[in-house]
């Protein structure tokens, strides 16, 4: 087993106070002590730190004199803007639950999808205005940028445990279930992230992934709490990607691997300075080892591996000085104040190298599922352990791999398959580019493999060629029944394989 010592975050991160903060408290203080820092930036507007106060508190007051309390839950449509970030701290500001929806359709609809939050309020960009809806009553909200200080109008919220926001999980093998989280959840995360990035107050990051998900509105929070700049930009394709990433000295971004390979990709061509860069923080599965290497070497980055999910903000990292074998393998060792291990199905921890369910316990875990008090108790057992719903495994050192979802796992006559562990062999293929798999019904055998495929650009192969050469990968059970050859997988808007969506296919 592992002891309790040995599965905390290593260097002097374990030694780390928790903070009771607020957002408002470290913005008003940035902006006292380094008002004229650059904080925030896109393609048509720079804001600096005081800037960022000043602006973020006249908003608060427009949204406190609108009605919004704390404990008020706005629906926000949330792109991945500065605008965005800027209404986001002023919500936090007074205390009110940040809602964050998905931009790609409208709030009502996206909303239908989870009777159990019931907003209070809408606040959405649609017209190029942001427009607050509260009792059936319209009004703008003006974000306009100013130094000059304004008298709160409302009390800055104290109460730092309270839920703060609203993520909804990606509900990629289900219904999705809106995560309530709160800032000092967040604060004290971002905390261990600035220390596992190896940040300095000139890093300076880049704002990726979407805001309704949690790695996405993750980047704005860390580069208040670590003081440092960060760019928005307008396109996430590869090409203007990357000369944002090159004009703007980004140090540091979060992202997918899709998205990085991609980049890489253009890079290849395009040459492109990106020395400046020194991390790409992601999660998901492990990373093919010539894929991992590929995008370190063409983005000229250092790649550090997560797990994190929405219930749990951020769990685990590897760092900066972690080999690329662990880093590309591994999710690393636990952040401060967090401990875990791994349970078989009937709840006993398993030693070093079994692999089982991950369980956790910490003081940063979710406040709760928001008005779905039956599923909160559903995530807790009797001890209070946090049951993740992921497979892994510790290794001596405490690192953790994450192998699979309980939930994604294939039963074929009666033997569990990890759909990870196939996507991984067909990965480890030199003309597959990506993989998903997924388990689809059989009348003889409950359910069986199939995959959906993407090749690399100038290769061809048949799916007998592919089950061929994963003949000496897999066990014979492990490969794929059906196998469709696509250009894309499709994606949720958090960035994770659409498996729901992708089973449909084999249907």
């Given amino acids: ?163 703060s926001m609203l993520i909804f999980t990606s509900g990629s093998t289900g219904v999705g279930k809106a995560v309530a989280i709160s800032q000092f959840a967040t604060i004290n995360h971002n905390r261990n992230l600035i220390h596992r990035w190896e940040c300095t107050p000139e890093s300076r990051y880049g704002a990726i992934l979407p805001f309704n998900h949690v790695l996405g509105i993750y980047c704005p929070m860390t580069a208040l709490v670590g003081r440092n700049f960060i760019f928005f930009p307008a396109s996430l394709s590869p090409a203007p990607l990357l000369r944002d990433i090159a004009e703007n000295g980004i140090t540091h971004i979060v992202g997918v691997a899709s998205l990085f390979y991609a980049m890489a990709k253009e890079n290849e061509t395009l040459r492109l300075d990106t020395s400046a860069l020194r991390t790409g923080f992601m999660g998901g599965s492990p990373v093919p080892e010539d894929q991992f290497a590929y995008i370190e070497r063409y983005l000229d980055i250092k790649l550090i591996n997560a797990f994190g999910m929405s219930e749990g903000y951020g769990i685990t990292c590897t760092t900066y000085y972690d080999s690329a074998e662990l880093r590309r393998c591994s999710v690393g060792r636990f952040f401060a104040w967090f401990t875990g291990c791994v349970r078989d199905a009937n709840g006993k921890e398993l030693p070093v190298g079994h692999e089982g369910e991950l369980c956790l316990k910490g003081p940063m875990l979710m406040v709760g599922y928001y008005g779905n008090e039956e599923e909160t108790k559903k995530a807790y057992d009797a001890d209070g352990w946090f049951h993740t719903g992921d497979l892994a495994r510790f290794d001596e050192d405490g690192n953790l791999y994450i ?10 006559n009666g033997i569990n398959l990890v759909p990870a562990r196939i996507e991984n062999a067909i990965g480890s293929l030199p003309a597959v580019s990506e993989a998903s798999v997924v388990g689809v019904r059989h009348e003889a055998y409950g359910e069986v493999p199939c995959a959906l495929v993407v090749l690399k650009k100038g290769y061809s192969m048949t799916a007998e060629q592919l089950l061929q050469e994963l003949g000496t990968r897999l066990a014979k059970n492990e490969l794929p029944v059906r196998i469709l050859f696509t250009d894309v997988i499709p994606l949720t808007s958090s960035g994770k394989h659409d498996k729901q969506n992708i089973k449909k296919l084999f249907e």
């Fill in 1 to 163: 087993m592992l002891s309790e010592g040995s599965i905390r975050l290593d260097r002097d991160c374990a030694e780390m106070d928790l903070v009771e903060t607020s957002t408002y408290e470290l913005l008003k203080a940035f902006a006292e002590e380094e008002g004229d820092k650059l904080f925030l930036a896109d393609e048509k507007q720079r804001f600096t730190a005081r800037e960022t106060y000043c602006t973020v508190t006249a908003c608060a007051n427009r949204l406190y004199a609108l009605g919004v309390r704390e404990g008020t839950v706005v629906a926000v449509r949330c792109p991945r803007t500065l605008s965005t970030a800027l209404i986001y701290y002023a919500l936090l500001f007074i205390g009110g639950i940040a809602t964050m929806c998905d931009p790609h359709t409208d709030l009502k609809t996206f909303l239908a999808g989870n009777d159990t939050v019931k907003p209070d309020a809408l606040l959405t960009d649609e017209t190029g205005e942001w427009i607050f809806t509260m009792d059936g009553k319209s009004e703008t909200v003006p974000l306009v940028k100013t130094d000059i200080p304004a008298r709160l109008c409302f009390l800055p919220t104290a109460n730092v445990h309270a839920p």
């Fill in 403 to 412: 192998t699979g979802r309980i939930k994604e796992i294939i039963i074929r």
